[in-house]
């Protein structure tokens, strides 16, 4: 039989390969050597949080960014009366805490696990050591939070010059181009985020998009089956017609 140190070094090896595969197929560091991904995998630390804990809390001090292994998690700002506004939800692959590292202040915003999630975290002092070595990490990076500004961007748009119902439509058309396929019918989007999950995308309240579903769903424009919906062609071509 293996003795144990040496099963732990097989262990810690595994591990390390792991590390290493996750970090090469993340897209800010897309271009690096080899050796660069290793040193990185070296200097990580793994932590697990359970389906809907908070990761990251905003406003609170921040110094290390974090790359999803395994799990969903959210970005969201939190209101009162419980109100929730969700900026973003980020999957295996994408990073996040990244500003804090970067600017020294306090985080922007909460990061929440919609899953158990697995996370690689890197210390500010590994990620800014690979970026001084790095170029095209700091360029991979600053193209990702270029389209998250945009993304900001149509959310600050959306919320001062669209109404509940054409932001209701905005968010599903986007989620259905993420995740769904062309129909007969229309667009399908395949699973329904909750009225609340859709609230908080859209910055309403839940009753308010529940009114705002049925309305659509009498009127045609919707058309629920199961837990998938499809914007119908009607409902797709007024969108159209509208300037963004
Ligand atoms: P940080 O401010 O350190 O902690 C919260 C993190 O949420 C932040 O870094 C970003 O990684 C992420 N974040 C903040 N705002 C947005 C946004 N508008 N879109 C996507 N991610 C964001």
Redesign the pocket.
């Known amino acids: 039989m293996m003795p144990n140190a040496s099963r732990q070094v097989v262990l810690d090896e595994v591990k390390l390969e792991r590390y290493r595969a996750i970090l090469a197929s993340t897209a800010i560091f897309r271009g690096c050597s080899a050796a660069a991904i290793d040193d990185l995998a070296h200097r990580l630390q793994v932590r697990t949080r359970p389906a809907e804990t908070i990761i990251?809390a905003q406003d609170e001090p921040?110094d290390s960014m974090f790359v999803i292994a395994a799990g969903r998690v959210k970005?969201a700002l939190f209101g009162e009366n419980g109100r929730e506004l969700t900026?973003?939800e980020l999957k295996p692959g994408d990073f996040?805490?990244?500003?804090?590292?970067l600017d020294n202040r306090p985080?922007?915003?909460n990061?929440v696990a919609i899953d158990d999630a697995t996370l690689l975290v890197l210390t500010r002092e590994a990620f800014v050591a690979h970026l001084k070595g790095h170029p095209q990490t700091a360029i991979n990076l600053l193209s990702e939070m270029t389209r998250?500004l945009r993304?900001?961007d149509e959310t600050i748009a959306n919320l001062a010059l669209h109404d509940v119902e054409s932001r209701l439509v905005r968010t599903l058309e986007r989620l259905a181009k993420e995740d769904g396929e062309q129909t007969d019918g229309g667009l399908l989007l395949r699973k329904r985020p909750t009225q609340q999950d859709l609230a908080n995308m859209v910055g309403s309240c839940r009753e308010t998009i529940s009114r705002t579903f049925t309305s659509m769903i009498k009127r045609g424009l919707l058309v629920p089956r199961g837990r998938a919906l499809v914007l119908t062609r009607a409902l797709l071509d007024r969108r159209a017609a509208v300037p963004a």
């Open positions: 990251v921040g970005v900026l973003s996040f805490g990244e500003m804090s590292l985080r922007s915003a990061v998250r993304r900001a």
